[in-house]
T-cell receptor
């Protein structure tokens, strides 16, 4: 089955700096990769996603890149703000959305 | 739309008792997912339904766990008998073809003592 790894497990950055979180997946048939943000005590919320026919997608300060050959994808957050502090999860699925497998999460702390 | 609605928000029960968690998906969504979140194991998919039919229950940890979806607007996850190691946050999520991203409910924090 699919296995998703995520690095780093914790990440601290200064406000205004960039943050990068990387994920790798094992199943070459996976074709949909969402990213979720979970604040303490809250539900995971989708922040951006990418499909396998796209190499990069950007939404304001957030971007995701996908390398299908290497089977890895990354989340980039620019100009980080304290409200970006949360746990971020990557996920992978086949068939565009069935049976998601989540990575273990990255705890991002943005220091003022 | 109020989003995915889960109840109760918190549940504390004694070991051996039956626990029932409830979920109302977003109206019109045809996929419903049950996830469990713990510090040790992260977010795990337990089971998911498509059009009220269970599609993959390979994540259900053991026979003590069961899930039903009697209609498009309601699902339950039952644990009988409950054990302390079942303590976790249980999330229900739903999605709609062709937009695959699950939208999560607020979760039920289960504590089994």
């Amino acid at each position: 089955g699919e296995n998703v790894e995520q690095h780093p497990s914790t990440l601290s950055v200064q406000e205004g700096d960039s943050a990068v979180i990387k994920c790798t997946y094992s199943d070459s048939a996976s074709n949909y990769f969402p990213w979720y943000k979970q604040e303490l005590g809250k539900r995971p919320q989708l922040i951006i996603d990418i499909r396998s026919n796209v190499g990069e997608k950007k939404d304001q300060r957030i971007a995701v890149t996908l390398n299908k050959t290497a089977k890895h994808f990354s989340l980039h957050i620019t100009e980080t703000q304290p409200e970006d502090s949360a746990v971020y999860f990557c996920a992978a699925s086949k068939n565009y959305g069935q049976n998601f497998v989540f990575g273990p999460g990255t705890r991002l702390s943005v220091l003022p | 739309d109020a989003g995915v609605i889960q109840s109760p928000r918190h549940e504390v029960t004694e070991m051996g008792q039956e626990v029932t968690l409830r979920c109302k998906p977003i109206s019109g969504h045809d996929y419903l997912f049950w996830y469990r979140q713990t510090m040790m194991r992260g977010l795990e998919l337990l089971i998911y339904f498509n059009n009220n039919v269970p599609i993959d229950d390979s994540g259900m940890p053991e026979d003590r766990f069961s899930a039903k979806m009697p209609n498009a607007s309601f699902s339950t996850l039952k644990i009988q008998p409950s054990e302390p190691r079942d303590s976790a946050v249980y999330f229900c999520a739903s999605s709609s073809s062709p937009f695959p991203q699950p939208l999560f409910g607020s979760g039920t924090r289960l504590t089994v003592v």
